[in-house]
């Protein structure tokens, strides 16, 4: 499967912005979908993920963050609010089998979409 992320841009520091991430083909219910980011210098840290069973984000997105997705769109979104300078990063998306940990480098990414957070 390929991953397309779109969606991200400059935002003032507590603003909002949504991210897409466009699968080239129906996600079955043995995928989960996520969303990562990396700074450089820093690994790709996990933020959110999605699948049959529900949601789950890490703690540092919790409450500002809403992963969800359209699948008769094949497109999985990130709804981001009260973002901060330190939200400034590159955005991946991910597909990857259920029951793999999320901390793994693991499965299909897409090519990243840039958000900065600056006044």
């Known amino acids: 499967v390929q991953l397309q992320a779109s969606g991200g841009g400059l935002v003032q520091p507590g603003g909002s912005l949504r991210l897409s991430c466009a699968a080239s083909q129906t996600i079955d219910s043995q995928y989960v979908m996520a969303w990562y980011r990396q700074v450089p210098g820093k690994q790709r840290e996990f933020l959110a993920g999605?699948?049959?069973?529900?949601?789950v984000y890490t703690d540092s997105v919790k409450g500002r963050f809403t992963i969800f997705e359209d699948n008769a769109e094949n497109t999985m979104y990130l709804q981001m609010y009260s973002l901060s300078p330190e939200d400034t990063a590159v955005y991946y998306c991910?597909?990857?089998?259920?029951?793999?940990?999320?901390?793994?480098?693991?499965?299909?990414w897409g090519q990243g979409t840039q958000v900065t957070v600056s006044s």
């Open positions: 999605i699948g049959s069973r529900g949601t």
């Open positions: 991910n597909v990857r089998p259920v029951g793999v940990g999320w901390t793994r480098d693991f499965g299909s």
